[in-house]
């Protein structure tokens, strides 16, 4: 499946979030959405997930408008990890990658529902802790079962905010492979990142969002480079090997 923004536009207490963005993720890719703090990341994921309406343009799905799908199939289509969930009191890990089946829960046995959900808990190594409170968990584990949920849906789109904004080097690795290994079975991946160095290892493609614009697409090679850093984060960079180390501030006046 293909999921495309059609000159996406957003206006929020006359703040110009988002402004004629234009994009698609595609099977088989792992699509970096990198930029700035504010500069409408996730409020663009939350539009492509079908959470939040644009002002103007469309989100296409295979050609299908988003918003005209009943919401459980679109749930089925696409999966939506978010930046931040609150703790679910009272729910068992195992509770929580559960509710990534609810889209299913017409369409699927309780013994697919069953095998989904272990197939996500190993996927990120949380098997351990299925019978585990929720609420019980340190912040990386909490994000990974979040990511279970999400990778129990099943979907051929997966947007996931900062999947690994709380994972230690080696969790934040574990999860980036994976998402790799998704791609290559032939899902579509967006995802939402600040470590440029993960980004670049990892996704196939990166588009820079900057101010609600997206102002460079392209392979990591041709979007991270030293003017590209300087210009949309105000940072200039050392480079060890392939790696680009922010190393000092070029233009706080240049930031949003
Ligand atoms: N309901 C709203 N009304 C007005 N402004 C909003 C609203 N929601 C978000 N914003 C603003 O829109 C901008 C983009 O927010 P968004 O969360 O999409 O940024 P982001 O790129 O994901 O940032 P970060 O990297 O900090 O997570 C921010 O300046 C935010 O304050």
């Known amino acids: 499946m293909i999921l495309q923004t059609d000159t996406i536009s957003l206006t929020l207490q006359s703040n110009r979030l988002l402004d004629d963005i234009a994009l698609e993720v595609l099977p088989g890719e792992v699509l970096g959405l990198i930029g700035p703090n504010g500069a409408g990341k996730s409020t663009l994921l939350r539009i492509m997930a079908g959470l939040l309406r644009p002002e103007t343009g469309r989100v296409l799905l295979d050609g299908q408008d988003l918003f005209t799908m009943p919401p459980e199939e679109r749930?089925?289509?696409?999966?939506?990890?978010?930046?931040?969930?609150?703790?679910?009191?009272?729910?068992?890990v195992r509770d929580v990658a559960m509710l990534g089946r609810l889209p299913h829960r017409r369409t699927s046995s309780a013994a697919q529902n069953e095998t989904a959900v272990q197939q996500a808990l190993e996927a990120v190594g949380m098997t351990a802790f299925a019978d585990r409170s929720s609420a019980s968990l340190s912040g990386g584990e909490r994000a990974r079962v979040l990511l279970a949920r999400a990778l129990a849906v099943q979907a051929p789109i997966l947007l996931a905010d900062e999947p690994v904004a709380a994972l230690d080097p080696a969790q934040a690795l574990t999860v980036m492979d994976l998402f790799g290994q998704c791609a290559v079975q032939g899902q579509a991946i967006a995802v939402v990142l600040h470590d440029l160095a993960l980004a670049a290892?990892?996704?196939?493609?990166?588009?820079v969002l900057s101010r609600g614009?997206?102002?460079?697409?392209?392979?990591?090679?041709?979007?991270?480079?030293?003017?590209?850093?300087?210009?949309?984060?105000?940072?200039?960079?050392?480079?060890?090997?392939?790696?680009?180390?922010?190393w000092s501030l070029v233009s706080s006046a240049r930031r949003p």
């Open 75 to 92: 749930g089925r289509h696409l999966a939506y990890l978010p930046q931040e969930a609150p703790a679910a009191v009272g729910m068992s």
């Open 201 to 207: 290892r990892f996704c196939t493609r990166i588009a």
């Open 213 to 246: 614009r997206i102002v460079s697409i392209g392979t990591p090679a041709d979007v991270l480079t030293d003017a590209l850093f300087a210009e949309v984060y105000g940072v200039a960079v050392r480079r060890c090997g392939e790696v680009a180390v922010p």
